[in-house]
């Protein structure tokens, strides 16, 4: 019986080709062989018939645990293209920036991922086995998912503020909808539009959208149909998204989505980025406020991974200031002038942070420090950091906890929107020559 990984579902990433691999099986025991062959271009990269089979291997395989029913082989394997073209594209423009994942430090997440599934680490390679994956492609994914998600945090979170009054007007709202003490389940199905589309583009995929819900009202399963239509990428998980409150939700969403019953359809919703089909899964009453809270006042220095700083750069930029501290450097005049952090100013002072403020690479190297004790180097998706634990306390913090439940929920649906438009970005900029018709 496979073991279920503790891992969000795969993105199901291709692994990077280092020219064309010519892959030899036998098709039939006559001995005839299938030669490999070039199914896309994507730049200077190319993606191998062999690969895309690989992914359509796993991408069934997960459908049929959820006990799914995959759409045709041909609709399947145009979606599974289509989204090893988009994780290409955004691994090439990690690579090109010197956006890199340690050998140790993967291996340390691999290692946390056996402890999650309470095996040992060759348990855990004998699980693999199990379920028919080579440890070493296992190994190469995981390391694309750091990757993707640095890239993410970098490119898009990072760059995503949310004002006092953005707070405040999302209170407001949630005291005055009735709603703000429910959270939502979601399944969804995007029909996207390419960047600056034309009539005719966007009337073919209004149809395609009409079409999804003709099948729809017919009584088709809603996850079957997102997995034919959709071009979000947890389509093959059935469109299904977290919990997630009406805050979240864009506006226009919620406004479908709060009056539905669980089990109801939205009509079509045309958005900017496309056209929409969203289905209430489940309504739920969300989890008071906890009032008392254990918060750490730490400082940091952070050294950042970008365009001009590789990860190996700002790994030994943090080394050595790790140094100048243990050799009697003052930590905030070296955060002052070294760290690149909104925080600098203040000599890295973070201030008294809460459990979930913070990511949960730094969370966890913070809360293993003792008071004055002063970390070794710590990446993150923000790139390096030394940090510091000045005291701790347990704080009421009802109010100021409220508010920051309130950030994180316009935060994450700025995000949400802001992916979603750079990633098309992206494709629509990248080189693409498909050659499925070649096989």
Known sequence: MGTKFLLRPPVLLAMLAAGIAIAQQPAHSSGIQTIDHIVAVVNENVITRHELDEMLKVAVKQMQKQGMQAPSPAVMEKQM????????VQLQLAKETGLTVSDTELDQTIRRIAQ???LSLSEFHSALEQDGISFNKFRDEIRDEIILVRLKEREVNNRISVT??????????QENSGDGNYEYQIAHILIQLPEQPDAIKIEAMRQRADAAMTQLKNGAEFAKVAAEFSDAADAAQGGLLDWRPAGQLTKRFAEYITPMKPGELSSIIQSPNGFHILKLVGRRNQNEAVTMVDQTHARHILIKINELTSEGDARRRITDLKERLDN??????LAKLHSEDASAASGGDLGWVSPGDTVPEFEHAMSALKDGEISGPIQSPFGWHLIQVMERRSQDMSKERQRQTARQAIRARKADAAFQDWVQRLRDRAYVEYRLEEG
């Open 164 to 173: 006092e009054g953005e707070v405040d007007n999302f209170l407001h709202t």
């Open 116 to 118: 999650e599934n309470k």
């Open 328 to 333: 009697g450097g003052k930590f905030d005049e």
């Open 81 to 88: 293209l289509e989204r090893i073209i988009v994780n290409r």
